[in-house]
């Protein structure tokens, strides 16, 4: 029971700690951002980005898959290979 209330606690205290942050008080900087001062062709590019990174996400992680199922059913295979010739009788 004491576990919870801890990891509560500490989540509660870590969230309170980056408020300010958030809501971007006592910013120096005057409200730009870690990338410096932004105009449209930056903003096109980091969307061009986008466009090209998430269908190049979903191929590599269907290619990931692929293999990942190629190499179980190979080792069904495998294992059964072994099974039907480990028994004895007809």
Do not use: C
């Not at 001062?37 to 969307?47: F, L």
């Amino acid at each position: 029971m004491a576990r919870p209330v801890l990891v509560l606690s500490l989540a509660l205290i870590v969230l309170l700690a980056l408020a300010p942050a958030a809501f971007g008080i006592d910013r120096i900087d005057g409200g730009e951002g870690t990338y410096g001062e932004t105009d449209d062709t930056v903003v096109t590019n980091a969307g061009f980005i986008l466009i090209a990174a998430f269908p190049l996400l979903a191929l590599v992680l269907s290619l990931v898959q692929w293999r990942l199922d190629k190499r179980k059913e190979a080792r069904k295979k495998a294992s059964k290979a072994i099974a039907s010739h480990s028994r004895p009788g007809w």
